[in-house]
């Protein structure tokens, strides 16, 4: 069964400091993973996803398949970067097929101090 | 309005009672997608289906039934609603690889 892990509930930095968000993933196929951000008083949005390989809004993912980790991180902090993120993974059933169904990690809040 | 809505947005209802969520689309997207979130345990997949008509079970669907028979909607009903289903619950749909979620209806169940 496919599993994603976020270790750290609650994350605090102060604005300007890296952060890092960690994301553990088991599973047993090819994985696709995706980190999503829930800004207060918003809707759930993709901000990205490994296949893509870009940065956005200065935050960059690297999928290690060694160390199966989908870390997000970010040089510099900002405080509009407060937000829930979730770190997710594509499921795939028996057949092959996935539907697009995603797998959530439990979620971690980060909050950027002044 | 084009997108992906959700109503209620709030709604509080008694132990026992039969509630329905709705969700609306506009993109006609196929594959469609009720989750709900409750901290500690993220997003989990409720339910979900692939195209009118045909629906399959997630996560956490006791409890929980859906419908769809038009490529547009996809209601959530709780048959007989208990205070472990209240939480906040969000529907999404998929287009070009990725999900596009509604702005969530926070259940209340007393």
């Known amino acids: 069964a496919q599993r994603v892990t976020q270790p750290e509930k609650l994350l605090s930095v102060f604005k300007g400091a890296p952060v890092e968000l960690k994301c553990n993933y088991s599973?047993?196929?090819?994985?696709?993973l995706f980190w999503y951000v829930q800004y207060s008083r918003q809707r759930l949005q993709l901000l990205l996803r490994?296949?893509s390989r870009e940065s956005i809004k200065g935050f960059t993912a690297d999928l290690n398949k060694g160390e199966t980790s989908f870390h997000l991180k970010k040089p510099f902090a900002q405080e509009e970067d407060s937000a829930m993120y979730y770190c997710?993974?594509?499921?795939?059933?028996?057949?092959?097929?996935?539907?697009?169904?995603?797998?959530f990690g439990q979620g971690t809040i980060l909050t950027v101090h002044p | 309005d084009a997108g992906i809505t959700q109503s209620p947005r709030y709604k509080i209802t008694e132990t026992g009672r039969q509630v329905t969520l709705m969700c609306h689309q506009t993109?006609?997207?196929?594959?469609m997608f009720w989750y709900r979130q409750d901290l500690g345990h993220g997003l989990r997949l409720i339910y979900y289906s692939a195209a009118a008509d045909i629906t399959d079970k997630g996560e956490v669907p006791d409890g929980y039934v859906v419908s769809r028979s038009k490529t547009e909607n996809f209601p959530l009903t709780l048959e007989s609603a208990t205070r472990s289903q209240t939480s906040v619950y969000f529907c999404a749909s998929k287009g070009g690889g990725e999900q596009y979620f509604g702005p969530g209806t926070r259940l209340t169940v007393t």
């Open positions: 993109w006609s997207h196929s594959y």
């Open positions: 997710a993974l594509k499921r795939v059933n028996a057949g092959g097929t996935s539907y697009g169904k995603l797998t």
């Open positions: 599973y047993s196929g090819s994985p696709e």
């Open positions: 490994h296949i």
